[in-house]
């Protein structure tokens, strides 16, 4: 099992950028919020800034390899994940909300992943009924800081610290 740290600001509002090391405390990426425009970042006020909701994961010195969004169209909402690298895209979105108990369900490249979304303790990442990896995010109030941990399973199909990354701040940290 391969484990990732790094801090969130408080303030969901932030677009500073936020270091994720290794286990051996090593720099290996950085996550940030980010908006398209000026424009949409003033707007985001305005909704409790949860609209206009995009994240990016880049590796240490290399270009951005994973980006996650919001989508609203029709009265549905959705995220979106893009690999910037192989251009795999994924939908992340929730189903099941006729009968109460909404489960959020990642979808793409011949892959389907069903998130166990916690809110205090460890959200899992589960692949035919396997965990390949969790997710949580402890709030320090003195700080104002989240200290999130991710932990990533050998036998995940995936080993994308920016997959798993983009869509736990995206998904299960911001949320809809």
Do not use: C
């Not at 990896?133 to 994308?160: C, G, H």
């Amino acid at each position: 099992m391969k484990t990732y740290f790094y801090k969130q600001a408080g303030n969901i509002r932030s677009t500073e950028p936020h270091t994720i090391v290794n286990e051996q405390g090593t720099a290996i990426a950085t996550v940030q919020r980010i908006y398209d425009n000026g424009l949409k970042k003033f707007l985001d006020g305005y909704f409790d800034y949860r609209y206009f909701l995009k994240y990016t994961v880049q590796a240490k010195d290399e270009d951005k390899q994973f980006e996650v969004k919001k989508v609203f169209r029709r009265g549905k909402v959705w995220f979106e994940g893009k690999d910037l690298q192989t251009k795999t895209k994924y939908i992340i979105s929730y189903e099941n909300w006729r009968i109460g108990v909404p489960e959020l369900f990642i979808s793409g490249n011949e892959l389907k992943m069903k998130i166990e979304k916690v809110m205090e303790g460890w959200s899992e990442f589960i692949v035919d009924e396997q965990i390949i990896a969790r997710w949580k995010a402890d709030y320090d109030e003195q700080s104002d800081e989240f200290f999130m941990t991710l932990e990533i399973e050998e036998v995940s199909p995936l080993q994308d610290v920016g997959f798993f990354v983009g869509i736990a701040q995206a998904a299960l940290f911001i949320g809809v």
